[in-house]
């Protein structure tokens, strides 16, 4: 009986080796090396804006100039944080606001107001700002500290070389930090493949 069973599932069995022994010749003939010790290092964008703001002149190439917020607030004695945009009538008219309900001194020191702090009430510099959101926006920050949020420039093997990271104010205004949408386009037309002249950028240049 036990015989008879056995004489049944042979052709299956020989089939199970057959294909356990085929698999090996997808594998590649050797594996890559793991990654070796990650010498590169990782750095955090910080954007021009935490530390100056856009005048209405313009350097040699066309581009605004940037005065840093000290050059003005050194010599300005230090006003407690207004409590609404409109309040800024001398400079900085205009600023948008809509971030949840939190308050301007949610971020802001009121006394120090180019100071950040956190919950706690311990002071923050503004260059350190991912700090201060991450401790309200959490899961986007742990997804971005495994880089499925918030993007890199540079290597994800840091054995390879260096990274920067891109800071969460890269993306999101602290003020108004909803993502603008995008609308979308028409894909480029690619003449190329039937044999016309390539993509329109050959044209531009006769
Ligand atoms: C060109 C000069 C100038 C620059 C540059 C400037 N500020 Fe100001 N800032 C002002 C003036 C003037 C006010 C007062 C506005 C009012 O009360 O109507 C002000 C007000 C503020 C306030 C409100 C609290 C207070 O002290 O009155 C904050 C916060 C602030 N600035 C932050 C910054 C930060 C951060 C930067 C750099 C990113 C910066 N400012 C750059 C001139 C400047
Ligand atoms: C979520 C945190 C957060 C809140 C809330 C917040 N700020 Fe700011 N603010 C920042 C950060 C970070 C910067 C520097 C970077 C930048 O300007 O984008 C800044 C910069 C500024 C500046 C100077 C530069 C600029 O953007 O014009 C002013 C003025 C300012 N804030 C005023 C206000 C006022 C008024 C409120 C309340 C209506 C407010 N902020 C609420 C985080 C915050
Ligand atoms: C004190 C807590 C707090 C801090 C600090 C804070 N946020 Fe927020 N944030 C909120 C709340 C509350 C909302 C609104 C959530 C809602 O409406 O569902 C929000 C909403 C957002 C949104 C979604 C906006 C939308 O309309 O879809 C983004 C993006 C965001 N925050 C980014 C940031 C960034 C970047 C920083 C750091 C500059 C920051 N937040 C700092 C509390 C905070
Ligand atoms: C490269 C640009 C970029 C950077 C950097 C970035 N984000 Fe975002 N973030 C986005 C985009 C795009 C969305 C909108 C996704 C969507 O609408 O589905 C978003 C959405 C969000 C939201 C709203 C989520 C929701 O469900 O409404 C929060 C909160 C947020 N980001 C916080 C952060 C924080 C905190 C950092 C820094 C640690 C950060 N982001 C860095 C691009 C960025």
Redesign the pocket.
């Known amino acids: 009986m036990e015989n008879d069973l056995y004489r049944l599932m042979r052709p299956a069995l020989a089939a199970l080796l057959l294909a356990v022994v085929g698999c090996g010749k997808d594998q590649p003939a050797r594996f890559q090396p793991p990654p070796g010790a990650p010498t590169g290092k990782e750095t955090l964008l910080q954007p021009a804006?935490?530390?100056?703001?856009e005048s209405d002149r313009k350097d040699a190439l066309g581009r605004p100039l940037r005065?840093?917020?000290e050059?003005?607030?050194s010599l300005?004695e230090?006003?407690p944080?207004?409590s609404r945009p409109e309040?800024?009538?001398?400079?900085?008219q205009g600023l948008q606001f809509r971030h949840g309900e939190l308050a301007c001194t949610s971020c802001?020191q009121a006394e120090a107001?180019?100071t950040l702090h956190l919950a706690t009430g311990e002071p923050l510099p503004?260059t350190e700002v991912v700090t201060l959101c991450a401790q309200c926006h959490g899961p986007q920050y742990r997804d971005f500290k495994a880089g499925a949020h918030g993007g890199m420039t540079g290597y994800w093997d840091l054995s390879r070389g260096d990274r920067t990271r891109n800071n969460c104010v890269s993306c999101h205004d602290p003020h108004t930090p909803k993502y603008a949408g995008a609308h979308p386009v028409m894909p480029p037309r690619d003449t190329s493949a039937h044999g016309e002249p390539g993509p329109k950028e050959s044209r531009d240049h006769e």
């Open positions: 804006k935490l530390t100056s703001v005065v840093s917020c050059s003005c607030h300005r230090t006003k944080m207004p309040e800024l009538k001398e400079f900085h802001h107001p180019r503004m």
